[in-house]
């Protein structure tokens, strides 16, 4: 069974600073790595993603993450934080080869909120 | 033109009743998912569906129930509604059947309060 753990529900950063933003998972093969952003009252919007290749992707907005697999880790930074960037998010993961048991889809991280302070 | 569309936007309602939630794409994609996104946000997978095969969560009760007219809509059927099914409830749809790889396109979610 595949997890994901984000470290830290909270996360308050100010303006024009860096963005960090922690998750790890726990899966029995290299699963396929997603970041999701989710503003207030809306549904959720890819940033990016890791399949296979390049191990740091960019996505959109300016923000990036890094597959390590040594660390089971997919972190998503910004080097410049934006007002308009404060909203929760969701790492989450699928399963490259169908292990079998409950729904194919994602299984989400409990989400980050990020705060931005002026 | 929105990808993925859910109504309602907002549902209020009592114990005991069935309510039906609807979701629609216009992307052509293959597969759809239902999530439930609970009071902190948590998100987990409820179903996913393709013209082929329904995949139940193990844990989603039978109350809950999808039912797909064709390939652009999954709609979702809860009876005898209980108070922690309340919750926001998101549709979700992916190209081809059975890519874990593909991104998963959300609609905007439906709020279900259960009084």
């Known amino acids: 069974a595949q997890s994901v753990t984000q470290l830290g529900s909270h996360v308050s950063v100010s303006e024009g600073a860096l963005v960090l933003l922690r998750c790890n998972y726990s899966s029995s093969v290299p699963p396929y790595l997603f970041w999701y952003v989710q503003y207030p009252n809306q549904g959720l919007q890819l940033l990016l993603k890791?399949?296979?290749?390049?191990?740091l992707v960019k996505g959109i907005n300016g923000f990036e993450a890094e597959f390590k697999k040594s660390e089971t880790s997919f972190h998503l930074t910004k080097p410049s934080a934006h007002m308009s960037d404060a909203a929760e998010y969701f790492c989450a993961v699928s399963d490259p080869g169908y292990s079998g048991g409950g729904a194919d889809g994602l299984t989400f991280g409990k989400g980050t909120h990020l705060i931005i302070q002026p | 033109d929105t990808a993925v569309s859910q109504t309602p936007k907002y549902l209020v309602t009592q114990m005991g009743n069935d309510k039906s939630i609807k979701c629609e794409q216009n992307l052509g994609h293959d597969t759809m998912y239902w999530y439930k996104q609970d009071s902190k946000k948590f998100l987990k997978i409820m179903f996913s569906?393709?013209?082929?095969?329904?995949?139940i969560n193990e844990t989603v009760p039978n109350r809950f129930s999808p039912k797909s007219p064709d390939k652009a809509h999954l709609n979702l059927h809860i009876n005898s509604l209980e108070l922690g099914d309340s919750a926001v409830y998101f549709c979700?749809?992916?190209?081809?059947?059975?890519?874990?790889?593909?991104?998963?396109?959300f609609g905007p979610g439906t709020r279900l309060l259960v009084l």
């Open positions: 890791y399949t296979t290749g390049a191990t």
């Open positions: 569906y393709n013209n082929k095969e329904l995949i």
């Open positions: 979700a749809s992916s190209q081809g059947s059975r890519r874990p790889q593909e991104t998963q396109y």
